[in-house]
């Protein structure tokens, strides 16, 4: 069998485009992936970040959903304790009834933010200590018999939607494992704690109404070109704009020459961590590195960040991957 093969979209903003060109932008990848035989694309919600438009998590979902026809879509994820558990019911299930058996909710308790957005957010700082009891109140909400006596989520109620926990931690592992839902780990960008925290998700998994076997989706990075030259040049790029992503708030913008003696900095090492997981090269090369990572992180299905600093290049390496994978079994 193949390795299911999905991929995680940020939504980017390139620079000289607008939130509606990298909206665009994710229309059209989630197009070739749907051709290509992806099995699903997830989009993360983050604030306050100008090179991202996935904000809006469910209404970008929605938009793209209206512009493909079969394949799986949701969050990766929906950051909880933003919202109230009932809200997302509503807007997932309301999703669920205009797609039916294409939409997926993936789970965080991160702010996707910082902790002046936060406030905006009107998030209060200990939200996230009720996250376990959210993600079982959200679920009631989404079944057949609500958590809340005498609160129902129309649209949402019967629709189960399935639920995914998001992680880069061991405390994710474990409340997936407990609540028996499938986990997806962040190794495109945390990945320290993947193999302990598959390990434990395994070992203390507990079936559940919605999965009867754990399931470990493990994000990594693809730079994937017709050339190693071209891929490895567009990884420069984009470690260019990761510096401006995290250091650049304020409207700061670091000139390209900045951008690389941060990179040879101490803040530099800090962004070559964060992608240690990363896929870099011509198909066969990216091939090689994924088969690898899937059995090196006992993974059940791949979801990957495709990072090009254009649209073109981005739908491309969705297209070479999908194709050089669909040769690889687990």
Known sequence: MAIPLSILDLAPINPGQSAGDGIAASVALAQQAEKSGYQRVWYAEHHNMPSIASSATSVLIAHIAAHTTSIRLGAGGVMLPNHSPLTIAEQFGTLASIHPDRIDLGLGRAPGSDQ????????????SDTFPQDVLELQGYLGAESRIPGVDAVPGKNTHVPLYILGSSLFGARLAAALGLPFAFASHFAPTALHQAVAIYRSEFTPSEQSDKPHVIAGVNVVA???TETARREYHLLKRARVNALYGRGGRTFTDEEADAVLTSEAGAQIEQMVTYTALGTPTEVKDYLEGFAKDADADELI???QFT????RVR????TADAMASVTV
């Open 225 to 227: 070109a017709d050339t």
């Open 116 to 127: 002046v957005t936060m406030r905006a957010l009107r998030r209060d700082a200990m939200s």
């Open 310 to 313: 254009n649209t073109e290049g």
């Open 304 to 306: 990957v960040a495709h």
């Open 317 to 320: 390496s969705a297209h070479l």
